[in-house]
C-alpha cells in the first residue's frame, strides 16, 4: 500500500467514525449542518475540486460531477427539510471506498509489471586497461567484453567468453529454477547473475536487447484496447449525457403537473446516483489490465487487452513440433551395427568424425555421442553432397555418412530400423555398416498441455512438422493429438495455416519457437511465440510471448484469458442489470438514497472486488 493509499484509507475512517458520532449527539439547525459538513469535506473534497476541473475545462459529464451534483443536492434538500444528512455523506464515502479498492486493485496489478520492469539494467561493467569502469548501457557497442559480478543483472545481451555460473531468469520466465551457463552460453539482458563472474561479449546493442524488447512490448500493452474496453469507453460517453438529460427531465416535468418540487428533485438525484457508470468505467478496464499483470508474472506477456480477448476466443491451436512440443535437441537414440567388423562403439566413433566439420544439428548429436574427436584417426577429403550425406576418407577408408538415397547410389544395401526416429546410415569402402538413430525427445509437459488444452475448450488442436509420417505419427499419438500434418516445407506451413484458418469458425491460435514461424504467427488471430528468450523474431510477430519453453504455458495463457474475460462478463451483466432495475425504482419513487448507493458505489465496490479476482491465477 503507497502513501496516497494510506492516506486515503485514513481519510475514509475518519470520515466513517464522525458520521457514526454525529448519529449519536442532538444537534440541529446551522450547528447540525456544519458539523457534518465536516466529514464530507473529509472524505469529499477531492471529487469537488475534480468536478469543478472537469467543468472549467469542459469535461463536465463524469462521475465527479455526477457525485458533486447528487450529494451537494441531498444536502441542500436535507437543510430545506431539516433533514438526513447521512445519504449525502454516505454517497460520498462508499464512492471513496470502491475508488479505494480499484486503487488498491491497479496498485497490485502494477507491482506485478514494475518486479518485471526491474529487468532494466543500470549500469554496464566494461573492462578498459585502466581497469573496470561502470557506463551507460545504452553506450556499450557490439561486441564489447563486460563483466557481470554476483548480484548484478546481465544488462546486454551477448555470449559468456569466461567463467561459469547460474542465472535467476524468474522475472522472466516466472520459472525459479537457476539456468547454469559456462564458456559459450548465450545470456540475456534481464537476468540475475547468482554466483560466479562471468565475462561476456556483447552481440546487441542495448536498444535491441531482450531486456529492452520486453520493457517496451508491456510499456505499450495498456494501449491496445479489447472490444470490450472500446465498447464501454463509447457506451459511458452516450449513456452519461442521456441520464443527466433523463434527470433534468425528472426534477423539472412531473412537478410542473404535480407542484411537488422537493419530491421529484429528491427523486432526480437518486436517479443521478444510480446511473453513474463508474461499476462499468472502472471494473473493465481494470480486469483487463489485472489479468495482463497476473499473466506477467507467469512469465507469459500479453501485447495488449485486445489479444488477450481474442485469446479467450480461441477455438483452434496450431502448433509446430520442433522446439515447441519436443526439445529441438537431437541426440543419439540408438547404434545397431549390421556387419561383423564393425561394433557400436566403431560405428559410431567413424560417423562423429565424419561429421566433425558439419554444422548441422544431426551432426552436433553425433559429436556429443562420441566427444574424443583427439584420438589417432586422421580425416581426410571431407566432401559434403547435397541431400545426401558426408564422404570422408579416415584412416585411408572411405566411410559414407548420409540417407537411404546416399546408400542406394553406392550400392550399399541398407537396412530399415524399427525404432523411430531419423536414421543416418553408415557404408565404409561401399560396404553397409549399419546406422545411428537420432531423436528429438518431447518437453517434459507437453502431453499435459494438450489435454489440459481440451480441458480448457480448444475444440480442435494441430500439429505442423517437416519430419517424416513415420516420426510425426509417432509424436502426436505420444501426445494425443489426432490431427497432424507432416513433411511440410517452411512455405507449405503457411500454405496449410491459411487452409486451416480458412476452414475454423472460431478463433486460430499458432503457437511456435519464434524464429523461423514469424510469418504463420503473423498470420494467426493470435499468435504465441513460446521460449522466446532472445528471440527478436518472437518478440515482434507474437502477440503473446511465453518467456520460456515450457509447453504447458500454452494452456495457461488460454486459462488465464478466458477466466479474465468471463470476470468482465459478470461485471457488465451485474452492473447493467442492477442499474438499469434501480433507475426504474427511483424514477417511480421506490428506491431511496440508499439502494441508490447501493445500485452505484456497492455495485462499483462489488465489480471491483470481482475484477481483482484476475490478479490471482489458479494453479
Not at 440541529?28 to 466529514?39: A, E, K, M, N, W
Not at 443536492?73 to 475508488?99: K, P, S, T
Not at 458505489?601 to 462489488?606: D, K, T, Y
Request: some cysteine; aromatic content about 6%; hydrophobic content about 45%.
Amino acid at each position: 500500500m503507497n502513501a496516497k493509499q494510506k492516506k486515503n484509507l485514513a481519510r475514509i475512517i475518519i470520515a466513517a467514525v464522525l458520521l457514526i458520532a454525529l448519529n449519536f449527539v442532538e444537534i440541529s439547525g446551522v450547528t447540525r449542518f456544519i458539523f457534518y459538513l465536516v466529514p464530507y469535506l473529509i472524505v469529499g473534497y477531492d471529487i469537488l475540486f475534480k468536478a469543478l476541473h472537469g467543468l472549467k475545462n469542459l469535461r463536465a459529464l463524469d462521475e465527479s460531477l455526477l457525485m458533486t451534483i447528487a450529494t451537494v443536492g441531498a444536502f441542500a434538500l436535507a437543510i430545506h427539510d431539516d433533514g438526513d444528512y447521512n445519504e449525502a455523506i454516505a454517497v460520498m464515502l462508499f464512492y471513496q471506498i470502491g475508488e479505494w479498492f480499484q486503487s488498491y486493485a491497479v496498485g497490485r496489478s502494477r507491482k506485478n509489471i514494475s518486479e518485471l520492469m526491474d529487468i532494466r539494467p543500470d549500469f554496464a561493467n566494461v573492462e578498459t586497461a585502466g581497469g573496470i569502469v561502470r557506463v551507460d548501457p545504452d553506450e556499450v557497442e557490439v561486441g564489447t567484453e563486460i563483466v557481470v559480478q554476483p548480484g548484478e543483472k546481465i544488462p546486454i545481451d551477448g555470449v559468456v567468453v569466461e567463467g561459469n555460473s547460474t542465472l535467476n531468469t524468474i522475472a522472466l520466465t516466472g520459472e525459479s529454477l537457476p539456468r547454469e551457463v559456462g564458456e559459450g552460453s548465450e545470456v540475456i539482458s534481464g537476468c540475475i547473475n547468482l554466483n560466479g563472474v562471468l565475462k561476456i561479449r556483447t552481440t546487441k546493442e542495448f536498444g535491441e536487447s531482450t531486456a529492452s524488447k520486453i520493457l517496451e512490448l508491456v510499456e505499450d500493452a495498456s494501449s491496445r484496447k479489447s472490444k470490450s474496453e472500446d465498447f464501454i469507453a463509447k457506451f459511458a460517453r452516450i449513456y452519461t449525457p442521456a441520464v443527466v438529460g433523463c434527470a433534468l427531465a425528472l426534477a423539472i416535468i412531473p412537478p410542473i403537473f404535480t407542484g411537488d418540487f422537493g419530491t421529484w428533485i429528491y427523486r432526480a438525484l437518486i436517479f443521478l446516483v444510480i446511473s453513474c457508470p463508474c461499476a462499468l468505467v472502472i471494473s473493465i478496464p481494470l480486469s483487463f489490465f489485472a489479468g495482463i499483470g497476473g499473466a506477467s508474472r507467469e512469465g507469459i506477456l500479453i501485447k495488449g487487452s485486445n489479444f488477450l480477448e481474442t485469446l479467450s476466443k480461441v477455438q483452434t491451436v496450431v502448433m509446430d513440433k520442433t522446439g515447441t512440443l519436443t526439445q529441438g535437441i537431437f541426440e543419439v537414440d540408438a547404434v545397431h551395427s549390421k556387419n561383423l567388423h564393425f561394433d557400436a562403439e566403431k560405428l559410431l566413433h567413424l560417423a562423429a568424425h565424419v561429421e566433425r566439420y558439419s554444422t548441422h544439428p544431426i551432426a552436433n548429436s553425433l559429436r556429443k555421442a562420441y566427444p574424443n574427436e583427439r584420438d589417432d584417426c586422421t580425416v581426410e577429403n571431407v566432401e559434403e553432397i547435397a541431400g545426401r550425406g558426408i564422404r570422408a576418407t579416415i584412416n585411408g577408408q572411405v566411410v559414407c555418412v548420409g540417407n537411404e538415397k546416399f546408400m542406394d547410389e553406392l550400392g550399399a544395401a541398407w537396412k530399415a530400423c524399427y525404432k523411430v526416429g531419423t536414421v543416418i546410415h553408415v557404408a565404409v569402402n561401399g560396404e553397409y555398416a549399419g546406422h545411428v538413430v537420432i531423436s528429438d525427445a518431447l518437453k517434459p509437459h507437453a502431453k499435459k498441455s494438450v489435454a489440459d488444452m481440451k480441458i480448457s475448450g480448444v475444440e480442435k488442436i494441430f500439429m505442423l512438422t517437416g519430419d517424416s509420417e513415420k516420426i510425426a505419427s509417432k509424436v502426436a499419438a505420444e501426445l494425443g493429438i489426432e490431427n497432424y500434418r507432416s513433411e511440410l516445407l517452411p512455405a507449405d506451413k503457411v500454405t496449410e495455416f491459411e487452409k486451416i484458418l480458412s476452414a475454423s469458425t472460431g478463433k486460430v491460435a499458432f503457437v511456435g519457437d519464434g524464429i523461423n514461424d514469424a510469418p504463420v504467427l503473423s498470420r494467426a488471430d493470435v499468435g504465441i511465440a513460446m521460449g522466446a528468450l532472445g528471440s527478436d523474431a518472437a518478440i515482434e510477430a507474437a502477440d503473446v510471448v511465453l518467456m520460456d519453453d515450457d509447453p504447458l504455458k500454452i494452456s495457461r495463457a488460454i486459462k488465464i484469458s478466458r477466466r479474465c474475460l468471463a470476470i468482465v462478463k459478470q461485471n457488465i451483466c451485474f452492473a447493467v442489470g442492477v442499474k438499469f432495475a434501480c433507475l426504474i425504482l427511483g424514477a417511480v419513487g421506490l428506491a431511496n438514497m440508499w439502494a441508490a448507493i447501493f445500485a452505484d458505489v456497492g455495485v462499483m465496490i462489488l465489480a471491483v472486488l470481482n475484477a481483482i479476482r484476475t490478479l490471482v491465477i489458479p494453479k
